[in-house]
């Protein structure tokens, strides 16, 4: 019998290793807080994951291969379509050649929208930042139960529009909006819950908003089951399908920030 080369030993270790990624060493990505010069930006997923070591606790020269390797190890989440566009997307925020930071991804319109869940509109002031009273419409939203739902989800997202027509004269709610909406919408569900059914203990969903934790004290698992486009579409289509939608306002078609620097270039939709 050959033995094989040493480099490919090594490389089926690390195969191995990533393959069976449920057995996470936790104590090695204990929640901290982020520090002064720490980035951190407007998505409580990617904070989260940096406030547990599975991104750089610095935020910043993020990689899309670092992205879709901390998705895995810290939710499980597989390189689903729309997460694979968005990490992409997140090049278009810098002009690092193949990184990006974590408070760069704030720029209005690359992926950055109005109406967001828990954060203020780009035009009303801090896009950036968790907001407690921009989030009340998702805390307060499925009254009588413990859970959100993607019945609930739906309607924080209509109502975060109602709200939004009202405050921010210059909405922005085009296809494109609605569509990172929802995936978004779906993703809290999906990681703070139960992944094949979009049900979520509202405890667990709170946690991961104000405080960009996973909430391993009060009971949280990583989701067993992979969380993929499969499952994703599922959330997505039961959310989308219970949620009244019409683009409204000045910009009709999907449009999208490519660079720092400010030029803006319109889509046909
Ligand atoms: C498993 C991974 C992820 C989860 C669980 C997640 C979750 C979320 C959620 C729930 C929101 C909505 C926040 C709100 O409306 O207040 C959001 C927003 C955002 N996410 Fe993520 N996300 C993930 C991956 C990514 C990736 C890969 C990127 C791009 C590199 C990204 C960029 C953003 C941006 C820019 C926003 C702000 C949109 C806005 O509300 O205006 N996220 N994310
Ligand atoms: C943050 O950066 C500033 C400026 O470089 C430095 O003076 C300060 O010590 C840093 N703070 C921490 C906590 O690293
Ligand atoms: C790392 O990020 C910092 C801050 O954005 C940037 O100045 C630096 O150029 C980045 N490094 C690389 C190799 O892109
Ligand atoms: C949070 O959003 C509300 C509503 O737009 C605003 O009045 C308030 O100033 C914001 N709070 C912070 C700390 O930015
Ligand atoms: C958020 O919702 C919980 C119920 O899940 C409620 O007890 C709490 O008072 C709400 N918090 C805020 C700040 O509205
Ligand atoms: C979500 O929860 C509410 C409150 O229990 C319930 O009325 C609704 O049917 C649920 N939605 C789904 C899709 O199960
Ligand atoms: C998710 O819900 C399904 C359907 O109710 C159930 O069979 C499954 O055990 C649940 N998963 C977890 C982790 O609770
Ligand atoms: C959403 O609605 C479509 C069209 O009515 C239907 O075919 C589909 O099964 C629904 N999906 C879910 C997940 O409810
Ligand atoms: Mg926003």
Redesign the pocket.
């Known amino acids: 019998m050959k033995f094989l080369p040493l480099p490919f030993i090594a490389l089926a270790v690390i195969v191995g290793v990533k393959a069976s990624s449920a057995n996470i060493d936790w104590s090695a990505h204990q929640w901290q807080a982020p520090g002064p010069n720490n980035s951190r930006?407007?998505?409580?997923?990617?904070n989260t994951l940096a406030n547990h070591g599975f991104l750089p606790r610095s935020g910043t020269n993020i990689t899309i291969p670092m992205?879709l390797d901390a998705?895995d190890e810290g939710?499980n989440?597989q390189p689903i379509t729309i997460?694979r566009a968005?990490?992409k997307?997140?090049l278009l925020t810098t002009d690092n050649i193949d990184n990006f930071d974590l408070q760069g991804?704030?720029l209005h319109g690359t992926?950055?929208?109005d109406a967001?869940?828990?954060?203020n509109d780009f035009a009303l002031g801090d896009?950036i930042h968790f907001n407690e009273t921009i989030f009340t419409t998702l805390n307060n939203s499925n009254p009588g139960v413990d859970y959100y739902n993607t019945t609930s989800a739906g309607q924080v997202l209509v109502q975060r529009l109602e709200e939004d027509k009202i405050a921010n004269p210059n909405l922005i709610n085009t296809q494109k909006e609605f569509f990172?909406r929802v995936g978004?919408s779906a993703?809290?569900l999906s990681?703070m819950g139960n992944a094949t059914t979009g049900v979520a203990p509202k405890q667990f969903v709170q946690i991961f908003f104000r405080e960009e934790r996973l909430p391993l004290e009060e009971g949280w698992k990583r989701s067993d089951v992979p969380i993929d486009d499969d499952t994703l579409s599922f959330v997505t289509d039961e959310i989308s399908n219970v949620t009244t939608w019409e683009p409204s306002g000045a910009v009709v078609c999907p449009w999208i920030h490519l660079q720092p620097e400010g030029r803006v270039t319109l889509v046909q939709g």
């Open positions: 930006g407007p998505c409580p997923g990617l992205i998705m939710f989440v997460l968005s990490a997307l997140g991804l704030a992926i950055e929208h967001s869940l828990s954060r896009n990172v978004e993703l809290y990681v």
